[in-house]
């Protein structure tokens, strides 16, 4: 059984090796406080990534929020709407309001809107003060969106994370970014891969901004047995719960809103894979009966 790891953004210049070792620590830990060993027969499959998409945003030439603000021109209004939708939603669900948001604005109120880059400005500097941070809130929504509507890009990246996934049965664990990846490449790979399970972490599928950008209908891959969720409520990725108010789909996905994600920014792997529940989930997938 092939147990497929599918990373997040800001992996570039990393070492994939040194990453999947992270992963697989984690996931130790998380078997561990589970009273479980490590699976019978699973090997690591850790399709990287990270370089390659760094290499494409650079040469499609995606600039942060601050950059645009700098240059005096913006890029293609339809970034600027989707950051600015996807922004406003992670403010809204973290309780930020529009006063809170108009104190980092310089302009005058009516001018404030998902196509004003000042505006989306004003909503990362408002959500400087969550776990994650301006700077990577700002790369997050970019690499996002370069993902999501760049067909080259995504392309790309979801070639590297296919070639994985090679008939025959499987888990797939997705993270973050990762998590858009595996659903995109996960609806369009031939049914003779088997994935007993897909487990996503940190996800931010159920953002509308997101959502609205991937193939519909929504649906649960013809090549996924079942699905998986978790997240911890702190997360600002990871907003919503994958359920049928946000992400429905049949059968319907199993969620898990508890995880107590202790790394710093209440988003990262390690803080995932080590909880009891989603080890638990993983186990189980990879121990299912073959017939």
Known sequence: MK????????????NPVKLQKQWETAFR??????????????????PFYGDRLDELIQAVNAPLVEEVLTRGAGPDS???????????????????????????????????????WEWVQAILRALDATPLGEAAIDMFTRDVYVYLTCRAVQNAVDAIVAAELTAGPCVVVGHSLGSVVGYNVLRRIPEAVLVRRYVTVGSPLGVKAIKRRLDHPLAMPLTVSDWCNAMDE????ALYPLDDRNFPLTPA???HTKVNN??????GITGYLDDPWVARQIHEATQLRLD
């Open 3 to 14: 147990l497929i790891f599918i990373h997040g953004r800001a992996q570039e210049g990393k």
């Open 234 to 237: 702190r997360d600002v990725v």
């Open 29 to 46: 830990r998380g078997l561990k406080k589970a009273g479980l060993d490590w699976p019978p027969g699973v090997t690591v499959a850790f």
């Open 78 to 116: 339809r970034e600027a709407e989707f950051r600015g939708e996807l922004l406003y939603e992670m403010a809204s669900a973290r309780g930020i309001t529009d006063e809170q948001i108009q104190a980092h604005f310089r302009g005058q109120l009516h001018e404030k809107g998902p196509l004003n």
């Open 253 to 255: 996905i199993m969620n």
């Open 262 to 267: 202790r790394t710093a920014n209440r988003h």
